[in-house]
């Protein structure tokens, strides 16, 4: 927004996952598993969801809320190793405004049996309305289910 000013942050949150980090990264590179722990709005209607999950590639969720406001996540995906690490841009949008826009490393690595993921976002908030602090918190609640459902989708071969 014109004349407002920029809010900046960064933020790392840390999870142990079940499994190993193959069996992890799965969860972000595979469309169905990577949509069981990110839908997290159930009465949000979703007007458009695209997932390209490789170097160069795009993702691109749409929705509206009860409330009819239309809210946006439109990521490109700048380097994947697989099973390592994922570095992507997103931005966050409230029906035409803009407001946030992140780079994010994810990295996973080996822990006994199970995979240490580390999530490091740098934000830049456009808008007053982009609450950093509420998306550092959404962002460790996202994880936690995504932990959660990982332990009910555990492979014994992972």
């Known amino acids: 927004m014109k004349n407002q000013p920029v809010d900046h942050a960064t933020f790392v949150v840390e999870r ?3 499994g190993r980090p193959p069996h992890a990264f799965r969860f972000w590179s595979e469309f169905d598993l990577k949509r ?12 458009e969801d695209s997932f390209d999950f490789h170097i160069g590639g795009s993702e691109v969720v749409r929705w509206r809320t ?8 439109r990521a490109h995906y700048f380097d994947i190793v697989p ?8 931005e966050m949008t409230l029906n035409t405004q803009r407001l946030s826009v992140s780079l994010a490393t994810v990295v996973f690595a080996a822990d006994g049996a199970q995979t240490r993921m580390t999530f490091t976002e740098q934000a830049a908030a456009l ?6 602090e509420m998306r550092a918190s959404g962002t460790s609640s996202g994880f936690d289910r995504l932990a959660a459902i990982m332990e009910r989708e555990q492979s014994p071969l992972h």
């Open 83 to 90: 099973g390592e690490r994922i570095v992507y841009a997103y």
């Open 16 to 18: 142990m996952l079940p």
């Open 36 to 47: 069981k722990w990110t839908s997290c709005h159930p009465d949000w209607t979703v007007l």
């Open 127 to 132: 808008d007053a309305a982009a609450g950093l």
């Open 66 to 73: 009860a409330e009819g406001e239309t809210r946006g996540f």
